[in-house]
């Protein structure tokens, strides 16, 4: 839309109520009621826009507006990819993954800090598998932190082990969430074709590696207790269900080789069916089925993962609405204006400094609610990016690794840091004294910034240009 074609009472400002009034109940709900409630966060989003309606000089314009931007391309997308996301993580959960690789420990003999070391490395793996960071908090705490307690692990750095390898895979998995909406706000300069996911999390790997691995060696070295193991690891995990590791392999593999999220999605929930059922860890009614109780509800991991990401969908819409009314007032592109016209953004180096600070305080502001931050100073990203040249690559990986770093580390005012003291028992700042990862990467990505490592530039062919150049 053409600025200021949608006119506030009080002037442009006006049109940053919805991100107030959206904002004020990020705050009453991760602060004050500690809750993480996607649906109500959605609804602090849409109270925000119908509260922003009454300062429109046009009624009509206003709610055109959001519509347009909840019937953009990208909220589409996200939206779909969602909703087969969410099918096959409620399979990779159902099938019990994790408890394969206690197993695995159990049979090693690991504990202390090498069982921290340990529970790190497997909820990366599970949590890149279903691209599900809070899903694999609720799967991985009852199993881990029960475990690590009584196998010496030290408390602290055991549920920031746990935190740590969930964010590793919200940063990472080619399914999340957060991946998703990285790579589909950074566009190519035919600003209609948005960076692939494939490409996007193959170049990301490098950061995550780096953090990865030296996260591994401290939860390793001081991840141990004082106190004595008080259970034998022979009596925990079950192997069986390590052979759903094959579908997550193949959609892995499927994503990066076709470079066609929806395909990977496809092949990696049949592969997931089929193996389960082969394997007796899963029968038909655990796929889809009708219960008696409760009014004949339907069950099974399928229905059961579109009810799960319908939270994650509500925010997306509410958040997109938002956007629409940012877009068509001219709001986005005064910031974008503001950004590129300072100081900083003279350079490439300082055009990445400037979407490393505005998504970490983005993401602050939204309660460490990474999704909603990405979706919000995503186009931000975009629109300072590509106007350096940035190929959209780098833009995606700065601002979903960003704000998977030092911003969910706040301990009040970071969903992760919430869930994961209720989950273990401890305080806030003791869950945040053990996120070790998301402090590494926010580091490894500020050397790679300052330093230009992994920094491409777009060619001039845009999205036709498979191969991107390398900065000068």
Request: proline residues 4%; contains cysteine.
């Given at each position: 839309m053409d600025n200021n074609t949608l006119e506030f009472k009080g002037g442009w400002g006006m049109s940053l109520v919805p991100v107030l009034v959206f904002f004020v109940?990020?705050?009453?709900?991760?602060?004050?009621?500690?809750?993480?409630?996607?649906?109500?966060?959605?609804?602090?989003?849409?109270?925000?826009?119908?509260?922003?309606?009454?300062?429109?000089?046009?009624?009509?314009?206003?709610?055109?507006?959001?519509?347009?931007?909840?019937?953009?391309?990208?909220?589409?997308?996200?939206?779909?990819?969602?909703?087969?996301?969410?099918?096959?993580?409620?399979?990779?959960?159902?099938?019990g993954l994790s408890e394969g690789f206690i197993w695995i420990a159990s049979q090693i003999g690991i504990t202390g800090g090498m069982f921290v070391a340990f529970t790190f490395i497997t909820c990366c793996i599970v949590a890149t598998a279903t691209g599900s960071?809070?899903?694999?908090?609720?799967?991985?705490?009852?199993?881990?932190?029960?475990?690590?307690?009584?196998?010496?692990?030290?408390?602290?750095?055991?549920?920031?082990?746990?935190?740590?390898?969930?964010i590793f895979g919200d940063n990472l998995a080619p399914v999340s969430d957060t991946t998703v909406a990285s790579a589909s706000t950074q566009l190519y300069k035919d600003r209609k074709t948005a960076a692939d996911i494939a490409g996007v999390v193959s170049s990301r790997f490098r950061y995550s590696i780096v953090a990865g691995i030296v996260t591994v060696m401290i939860f390793a070295i001081l991840g141990g207790s004082v106190e004595d193991v008080s259970r034998s690891t022979t009596e925990l995990g079950n192997p069986v269900s390590l052979i759903m590791l094959i579908?997550?392999?193949?959609?892995?593999?499927?994503?990066?080789?076709?470079?066609?999220i929806f395909k990977a999605l496809s092949v990696g929930l049949l592969t997931g069916i089929v193996t389960g059922l082969l394997a007796g860890i899963f029968t038909f009614p655990s796929l889809f089925s009708s219960s008696g109780e409760l009014g004949n509800n339907v069950t099974g991991f399928l229905p059961n993962g579109i009810s799960y990401m319908m939270g994650t969908v509500t925010l997306v819409i509410s958040v997109f609405g938002i956007m629409g009314i940012l877009q068509a007032a001219g709001t986005m592109d005064r910031v974008v204006n503001a950004i590129i016209n300072s100081?900083?953004?003279?350079?490439?180096?300082?055009?990445?400094?400037a979407i490393a600070l505005g998504a970490c305080v983005t993401c602050v502001f939204y309660g460490g609610v990474t999704s909603a931050a990405i979706l919000t100073f995503g186009p931000v990203a975009d629109e300072a990016g590509?106007?350096?040249?940035?190929?959209?690559?780098?833009?995606?990986?700065?601002?979903?690794?960003?704000?998977?770093?030092?911003?969910?580390?706040?301990?009040?005012?970071?969903?992760?840091?919430?869930?994961?003291?209720a989950l273990s028992g401890l305080s806030p700042v003791d869950v945040a004294k053990g996120l070790v990862y998301p402090v590494l990467l926010f580091l490894t990505l500020l050397?790679?910034?300052?330093?230009?490592?992994?920094?491409?530039?777009?060619?001039?062919?845009?999205?036709?240009?498979?191969?991107?150049?390398?900065?000068?």
């Open positions: 109940f990020c705050i009453l709900l991760f602060v004050v009621f500690l809750s993480y409630d996607m649906h109500a966060l959605a609804m602090g989003g849409f109270l925000g826009i119908l509260i922003g309606s009454w300062f429109a000089k046009d009624s009509k314009t206003y709610w055109n507006s959001v519509i347009k931007g909840i019937a953009s391309p990208n909220s589409i997308t996200i939206v779909l990819i969602l909703f087969v996301v969410g099918m096959f993580t409620e399979m990779i959960k159902d099938s960071s809070i899903g694999t908090m609720f799967v991985a705490y009852p199993i881990f932190f029960v475990a690590g307690t009584e196998l010496g692990c030290d408390p602290i750095l055991l549920a920031g082990a746990i935190t740590s390898g969930c579908p997550v392999t193949i959609l892995i593999f499927t994503a990066i080789k076709t470079r066609d100081r900083l953004t003279k350079t490439t180096l300082g055009t990445e400094l590509t106007r350096k040249n940035i190929h959209p690559y780098r833009r995606a990986n700065l601002v979903d690794g960003f704000v998977n770093s030092l911003p969910v580390v706040v301990p009040f005012l970071s969903a992760f840091v919430f869930i994961s003291a050397v790679a910034v300052l330093t230009g490592w992994g920094l491409r530039y777009e060619g001039d062919n845009g999205e036709q240009q498979k191969t991107y150049e390398k900065a000068s």
